[in-house]
Each structure stands twice: as C-alpha cells, then as structure tokens.
Nanobody, 116 residues
C-alpha cells in the first residue's frame, strides 16, 4: 500500500525558513509520473506549490518562485521542499502528492504557519 508522510512543518517568522519532507513507502518514486507539493490555506482551494513532472521537469507557482526549492532523493524515496524568505501568506497546510496513471496519492498534510 502506497503511503506518503509529510514532516517538517511548524511555526516560522516572516523571512525565516522551513524544510518539508515527504517520505514514500510501498513503492518507489520511479512508479510516479509526477510528484510535488500543494497547499491549502483556510477558506481557499488547494493549489500547486511545486512539482516534478515528466521525469525531471520542475514547475513552481509564481508566488513561490525564487523562494522555494523542490528536490528529491530517489535512494531515500523522499522529496523535500526548502522554503526560504517565508511570508505570512505562505501559511497553509502543505500536502505531498504523487500521481500514477491510475491513482492520485496524497499525504495527510503538515501545517506551516508564518507569523508577521
């Protein structure tokens, strides 16, 4: 059974940094054609933050370009999101996502709160 488990969320001050991790079990990253991070703020729709697709192509939301970096360690089956220069508007629950041709997997989410 495929599971995605996020960690690394918490409270940060504006201008600070956090690093999120997403560990996959039950399969390897090679099984997915896309893996990435989404977030959902209170009262808003879930939105894409950063994603690996078609192998190594990386896309970022405009709001995080230049501040966030997505990376992966296939040997550890783990994906990361380095978040720098955090802003209060980055406050949200962050979700790890992985897609195969048939199934869309989600982690349970990790809360990120940025204080001004």
């Amino acid at each position: 059974q495929v599971q995605l488990v996020e960690s690394g969320g918490g409270l940060a001050q504006a201008g600070g940094s956090l690093r999120l991790s997403c560990a996959a079990s039950g399969t390897t990253f090679d099984a997915f054609y896309a893996i990435g991070w989404f977030r959902q703020a209170p009262g808003k729709q879930r939105e894409l933050v950063a994603i690996f697709s078609s192998g190594r192509t990386v896309n970022y939301a405009d709001s995080v370009k230049g501040r966030f970096t997505i990376s992966r360690d296939n040997a550890k089956n783990t994906m990361y999101l380095q978040m720098n220069t955090l802003k209060p508007e980055d406050t949200a629950v962050y979700y790890c996502n992985a897609k195969t041709s048939w199934v869309n997997y989600w982690g349970q989410g990790t809360q990120v709160t940025v204080s001004s």
